[in-house]
């Protein structure tokens, strides 16, 4: 029977399943059925860059407002009832579900400029944090924006919150980079020790008959895993970074698939939404099973099995198969 057990981000897991950052932060019931049905960890919703900009605003607001309190000034201020602003309830949620759930607690900030909001990382790892996740969601809009300005704000990010804390910091990424793995050097480079792949970006839809745009959050499918498989084996052997897939994962297959291709650490937050807790407890079981059957004794066995550098036919991960697969299609 395959052993589980994964060490992720310098903590011991009893499995390589996470649940990843989602509402379920808010629902401890849920949670608590989720570590029952196998979680390895959990990691919260994010913390936004916004919420916490918000917060510094709001005290600069008030020694200002003695000096000038006009209309211009208040409109700087993003709405109150989208973002709760600073840090301080998601640290007693984070208090809260250290002491509930006996499994790591994984805190989670998201954000994109470099700047004092980074330093409530420290907070976090004061509320009892076991990790930090960087949420890097960001969407290059501005043509003078180059692609190495983006990048290298993006580092300067990784680099402050690193610096902040003594707890790991794994950096969850978009796919889109024109060369992922010199950028993943990059975030090693910046003290990081994991990586998550991937972001999902949430693409809004159109809707016709309002002429306006539709904000549906649509979760995801099985058919969104190969995408990471692709970066995890790409950077297998590549970088020092413990990579965690994020994206896709529905059944045991696509869970061995994660781990052949290089994750230490397999998170799943649609299945767990769409069917309840007992999602985990299903995927841990075929996974198991799968794994096993294979023949293999541990994760560590098992792990970047697949991938670019060990495949037996590394072509298959490259240029040369999508060009043989054009030709081949019937
Ligand atoms: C409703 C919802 C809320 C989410 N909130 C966050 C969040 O706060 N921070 C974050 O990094 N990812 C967030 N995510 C993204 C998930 O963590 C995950 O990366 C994504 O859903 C892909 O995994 P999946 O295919 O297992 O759903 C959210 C996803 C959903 C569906």
Known sequence: MTELTTRWLELELRSP????????????????????????????????EEQLVAEQMAAHRFI???????????SFFPESEVFEMGSGSYCRRLELLRNALDVPVIA????????GWTQHARELEQAGAQAIELNLYDLATDP?????????????????????VNIPVSVKLSPFY????????GVEAAGAR???????????????DELSLSREVVL??????????????????????????????????????????????????SAVLAEGPQALARVTEEMKRRLSGMGYGSLAEARGVLSLENAPNAQAWER???????????
């Open 64 to 74: 200002d407002s003695r000096i000038n309190m006009d209309a211009e000034a208040r």
């Open 108 to 115: 989670s900030l998201n954000g994109i400029s470099p700047g």
């Open 144 to 164: 003078s924006d180059t692609a190495d300005s983006l990048e290298q704000r993006q580092l300067a990010v990784v680099q402050s919150v690193v610096e902040q």
């Open 178 to 185: 024109s060369a992922l793995p010199a950028f993943v050097a």
């Open 220 to 269: 995801s499918s099985s058919a969104e895993l190969p995408l990471r498989l692709h970066g995890m084996a790409t950077l297998f052997g590549r970088t020092t970074l413990e990579m965690a897939a994020s994206g896709g994962v529905h059944n045991g297959d696509d869970a061995a698939k994660a781990i052949l291709s290089g994750a230490t650490a397999v998170q799943v937050v």
């Open 194 to 208: 994991g990586l998550v792949l991937f972001n999902r970006f949430y693409q809004p839809d159109m809707d016709l």
């Open 320 to 330: 040369l198969n999508y060009a043989r697969l054009l030709h081949g299609w019937k």
């Open 17 to 48: 399943l996470v649940v990843g950052a989602s509402p379920l932060t808010d629902d401890l019931d849920a949670l608590k059925a989720c570590v029952e049905a196998g979680a390895g960890a959990v990691v919260m919703h994010s913390l936004f």
